[in-house]
């Protein structure tokens, strides 16, 4: 069974940290890109940052761009997001996806909530 399980998410002040995680299990995970996406209240869901297969290369939103870290430890099947300078305008469900360009699979996690607030 193919599985993205997000984790981390919670309530937090602006300016704080979040790291979040996705565990992945079910299909060869070093061979998938990954990518965080968000989506706020009455908000379509947005691409927040992504990750090649291996590591090697990230891009990121320009809202997200100094402040979020993507990165992945392919030996534990986990990606990570960490979050600084959290502010409310981060306040969302954050999703983990895997994207395998060729046959073209992707998968989504079921989301974590995030919400930035004093």
């Known amino acids: 069974q193919v599985q993205l399980v997000e984790s981390g998410g919670g309530l937090v002040q602006p300016g704080g940290s979040l790291r979040l995680s996705c565990a992945a299990s079910?299909?060869?995970?070093?061979?998938?890109?990954m990518s965080w996406y968000r989506q706020a209240p009455g908000k379509e869901r947005e691409l927040v940052a992504t990750?090649?297969?291996?590591?090697?290369?990230?891009n990121y939103a320009d809202s997200m761009k100094g402040r979020f870290t993507i990165s992945r430890d392919n030996a534990k099947n986990t990606m990570y997001l960490q979050m600084n300078s959290l502010k409310p305008e981060d306040t969302a469900v954050y999703y983990c996806?895997?994207?395998?360009?060729?046959?073209?699979?992707?998968?989504w996690g079921q989301g974590t909530q995030v919400t930035v607030s004093s």
């Open positions: 990750i090649t297969s291996a590591g090697g290369s990230a």
């Open positions: 079910g299909f060869t995970f070093s061979k998938y890109a």
């Open positions: 996806n895997a994207r395998r360009p060729w046959p073209g699979i992707v998968y």
